[in-house]
């Protein structure tokens, strides 16, 4: 019998690449999908099989058990199975989340239009969305959506709807859709409904798109200095490092606002990011990225999954926007349900995911990368679609998972 695949259509994980004279990333992702990687990859680090080992560990899904197995101190990962933990690595440890977080949006969204708070049918004016708009510093998410968006015929006179916005924002992790609903939804609603949620060990989530201009807005508002990139860049740097969570988030706060307001674009023109944004700022702004731990996320996961704690119309809303891959009719086939949301930067990698399948088993899984560098980030995600299909459909391959880095619980 031909093996079923999850066919994923939803946009899961990426690198985030910025080509601003050298390549650096900010939280967003592209598309994933379930399908058997091609074992061509062969990466110059610990992924690969050594020479002599590459018949036992010569497919994807064991290697990314192996870097998860001999790189305990880059990698967190906990998996569910029918309601029982099948692994638990590390979980507890915070680690930056990427576009994952946006998980949490997306619940906030179905809370309010559930309520009627928003109206998903609400025409947005995409010149709304433009303002949280940093060209080049998305990974083309953005314009990929806003293309399919005018292809499906969902673009009207300048607008799209509210509902299309938040499915952007999970579909192909646009950056502008997130920094939109933060603005409509607000922060501190956002902030309770994590809180709601019991996700214990969770950063504040704050405006993480426009933290990145927090160097020239330092320079040049707060410091009264005239901003040049080139010129400025050392002193800017020191000065970011130098602030503390709370400054950060509130700098962040304050260009939201200014970029919320900003109906000329004049703000971001100024700012001129493409002239001084290098891997430095990439990698200051990754350290300060909202953290959180597998462990929180592999229970959000469940809360998704076992339809647990929302009403019918919150998650008729919720399973609109998390679970796009179920459009496929492959999918139909074998899954009742099944949703996800990862992430990328230059150094990070992320994903959380559920899926119950048509016999009833319940699957959740939150693994998260930190301090990769870009080549071994790369070679995780090309393999990261088998060991997601391996997870969900290979009872041996399940029983391994636990043997090599999981808790000991009946199998």
Request: glycine letters at 6%; aromatic letters at 6%.
């Amino acid at each position: 019998m031909k093996r079923k695949q999850l066919v994923i259509i939803a946009v899961g994980l990426a690198a985030v690449l910025i080509v601003i004279g050298m390549a650096v990333g900010l939280p967003s992702s592209k598309q994933d999908r379930m399908a058997n990687t091609p074992d061509t990859v062969r990466p110059a680090t610990a992924i690969a099989a050594d020479a002599k080992e590459e018949t036992i560990e010569q497919d994807s899904a064991h290697r990314v058990l192996r870097f998860l197995e001999e790189h305990p101190e880059k990698a967190s990962i906990t998996i569910l199975r029918d309601g029982k933990k099948l692994a638990g690595r590390e979980e507890h440890r915070m680690m930056p989340l990427a576009s994952t977080v946006k998980t949490v949006i997306a619940v906030e969204y179905a809370k309010q239009a559930a309520a009627g708070t928003i109206n998903p049918d609400e025409r947005i004016k995409l010149t709304a969305l433009e303002r949280f708009y940093l060209p080049r510093l998305n990974g083309g998410a953005h314009p990929a959506w806003l293309k399919e968006m005018e292809a499906k015929g969902q673009l009207k006179n300048g607008t799209v709807s509210m509902r299309e916005v938040a499915k952007g924002m999970i579909r192909f992790s646009s950056n502008a859709n997130t920094e939109y609903l933060m603005d409509r939804l607000g922060l501190e609603q956002i902030n309770q409904t994590k809180s709601d949620l019991r996700l214990q060990d969770h950063d504040p989530i704050y405006p993480f798109v426009s933290s990145i201009l927090i160097p020239y807005e330092w320079m040049r508002e707060a410091q009264g200095r005239a901003w040049d990139g080139a010129r400025n860049s050392n002193s800017a740097k020191a000065a970011v490092q130098a602030m503390s969570d709370a400054e950060f988030r509130q700098h962040a706060q304050m260009i939201h606002n200014k970029l919320a307001r900003d109906t000329s674009g004049s703000y971001k023109r100024n700012a001129a990011i493409a002239t001084w944004y290098d891997r430095e700022f990439d990698r200051m702004n990754t350290e300060r990225f909202i953290a959180s731990t597998t462990a929180d996320y592999a229970s959000l996961m469940s809360k998704l999954n076992s339809r647990q704690g929302f009403s019918k119309a919150e998650q008729k809303l919720l399973s609109e926007v998390m679970e796009q891959l179920m459009d496929h009719p492959k999918n139909q086939e074998w899954l009742q349900h099944s949703g996800q949301k990862g992430g990328s930067t230059e150094y990070v990698l992320t994903l959380a995911m559920y899926a119950t399948d048509k016999e009833g088993h319940s699957t959740e899984m939150a693994v998260f990368f930190n301090d990769l560098d870009p080549f071994t980030n790369a070679s995780l995600q090309n393999m990261m679609n088998e060991f997601k299909e391996r997870l969900l459909r290979d009872e041996s391959f399940r029983k391994e998972i636990n043997q090599r880095i999981g808790v000991q619980v009946e199998m």
